[in-house]
């Protein structure tokens, strides 16, 4: 395959376990094998070795680089900013490509104009058939149709150059991948779908995962910052419910109000409002899902921390990114 553009395949890592198997699956995938895999240990303090073996046949293409806990943009701009190939390819060390991925993505790069910087891969959640699925289920199926996800996302290294590549105000593994996208589309250059296909498994999460989660609301007030409000049409995202939280976090505060100031029938009226709120929010994860004693345990306490939860970051976003401006390019 001399007439396939050469590849470079960039994974940030954390050191979980699952990264085995993600080089594992790599270097089982025959074809069109990588120039070069660069493993970036985003560790704070690492305190064991990575799991360099399962790369098999690939463990002398294997460079690892570390960032000591910078976040995963920057993990990814430290390892695509040593790429000497003319495409980076993103992985997330949670994911599994499968046998068929290096011979299709070398189609994918093959076929691909001068005008095309990005090719993102196809992503599968396997989910079990037999029951309805979880909360954590269904947001990890979401990703299925997630556009420019950096799971398995390939970019032309000049299309990262020419951006500055993913922009580090973004500490979370989340709406850094939609910035790119739309940084690279404004340079000119087009995004398409690719061929190959990539496993994405569902990670166990613990009950109230979801109050964490809410940290990530700030960084969509940087993104609503860097590229205005129909940026969600743009980069193909859910908008999620931030209007309803509001509404529910409001009608809390408007009870206390009032109660403090001794509007009875005010206060009474707020907190008809807030309950329902609570309750439908509650409804809306609770009826999709396998209706276990845990899962609703769990929903249930959470639907009522999560919308305060969410408006909190939500103005911390909008307040510490206030006059947050885009990077400018490099090229």
Request: with cysteine; glycine share 10%; charged share 25%.
């Amino acid at each position: 395959m001399t007439d396939v553009p050469a590849y470079t395949v960039v994974v940030p890592t954390i050191g979980r376990p699952c990264l085995a198997e993600c080089l594992g699956a790599l270097a089982a995938a025959p074809g069109h094998p990588p120039h070069e895999v660069i493993l970036v240990d985003d560790r704070p303090a690492p305190d064991g070795e990575l799991p360099l073996r399962a790369a098999g046949p690939l463990l002398d293409r294997v460079r690892i680089l570390r960032t000591g806990g910078k976040g995963p943009a920057a993990a990814r701009n430290a390892g695509w900013r040593t790429v000497e190939t003319p495409w980076t390819v993103f992985l997330d060390d949670d994911v599994q490509v499968r046998a068929d991925w290096s011979r299709l993505l070398a189609e994918d790069l093959r076929e691909a104009g001068e005008d095309v910087g990005g090719i993102q891969g196809r992503l599968h959640v396997p989910l079990p058939p037999d029951r309805p699925l979880t909360e954590s289920e269904r947001n990890t199926r979401c990703l299925e149709n997630a556009a420019w996800a950096t799971a398995d996302m390939a970019y032309r290294t000049a299309a990262l150059t020419r951006v500055g590549g993913f922009d580090e105000r973004f500490p979370r593994a989340f709406r850094e991948d939609a910035d790119l996208a739309l940084r690279v589309r404004r340079a000119g250059w087009s995004l398409v779908w690719g061929r190959r296909i990539t496993r994405h498994p569902v990670r166990p999460a613990h009950g109230w995962a979801s109050l964490p989660a809410q940290r990530a609301i700030a960084d969509d007030a940087l993104t609503n910052r860097l590229h205005g409000r129909d940026w969600w049409d743009r980069a193909r995202a859910p908008r999620g419910r931030l209007s309803r939280h509001l509404a529910v976090t409001g009608a809390a505060l408007g009870t206390a109000v009032c109660a403090l100031a001794g509007r009875r029938r005010a206060a009474i009226a707020c907190a008809a409002l807030w309950t329902l709120g609570t309750a439908e929010s509650a409804l809306a994860r609770i009826l999709p899902g396998p209706r276990s004693a845990r899962e609703i345990a769990g929903v249930l306490g959470t639907s009522v921390l999560i919308p305060p939860l969410a408006v909190r970051h939500w103005l911390r976003g909008v307040v510490r990114h206030r006059h947050a401006q885009p990077p400018g390019d490099t090229g």
